[in-house]
């Protein structure tokens, strides 16, 4: 990507992110140019929605050089919550509003402050997170968790989709049980009250199961994100397999 672009014009896009009816779509162009510049200087603003559409563009373009000035944003208490997803997403790394963390940790990695993701290194570190050694290797992973009760729940995490703009995801997956009619509507309104995720229907060997789904950016999946998705899955997922079924199968 380029911040030189001579058919864009990217004074007149900076200007309209100041207001509301036209942010959004100057925002959009502005990541589709690459235009980290004039983005980086957008940090400066005293509009603080001029600086939080900054700070989304920049973790959205995984800009290595807005890592400093994403901190230093940090260190002032400024948009903590989107600061920290925008340092997450470019450096891969999850340290939330730990400034000193930050600041030691691009010490000592100023030349890949913005490192691919390694799925191998991150399903190990997520493993070490959750005492638990997975199975699997490419693209597909599973993790048997130990539930309350003695009860067990296997969690199938998969790399390698795209959403419908060209992003790679990470998708967090456990089956429930059989979907029988009687329970659609119970299933479907649990999806108001789980903070993450959301129960499906899918055919497995031919005959409609109920699944709960996690889908994530994989510019987002740090080891410790993804095991707490991973921890969330399996324990609502068991919740329902055990009201369904009274069982402990999957």
Known sequence: MTDSTPSVDFRSLV?????????????????????????MECLDSTNESVVWAAVESLGELRAAEAVEPLVELLARGVLV???CEALARITRQDFGADVPRWRQWIAANRNNVA???????????????????????????????????????????????????????????S???????????????KNLTIPAGAF????????????????????????????????????RADAVEKTLTQEDRR
Request: hydrophobic share 40%.
């Open 81 to 83: 919550a989107s600061v």
């Open 115 to 173: 490192p691919e993701l390694n799925v191998e290194q991150c399903i190990g570190a997520t493993g070490k997170h959750l005492g638990i050694e997975p199975a699997g290797s490419g693209a597909t992973y599973q993790f048997k968790l130990a539930l309350p009760g003695g009860r067990e729940q296997k969690v199938a995490v998969f790399f390698g989709r795209q959403d419908d703009q060209g992003e790679p995801l990470v998708i967090v997956y």
């Open 175 to 189: 089956e429930c049980g059989p979907a029988e009619a009687k329970y659609y509507e119970a299933i479907l309104r």
């Open 200 to 235: 499906a229907i899918r055919d497995i060997d031919g005959k409609p199961n109920f699944v709960l789904v996690d889908t994530m950016l994989a510019a987002l999946a740090t080891p410790s994100n993804l095991a707490k998705r991973i921890e969330n899955i399996a324990a």
């Open 15 to 39: 200007e309209q992110l100041y207001e509301p009816y036209t942010r959004r779509a100057a925002r959009q162009r502005l990541v589709r140019s690459g235009a980290v510049a004039p983005l």
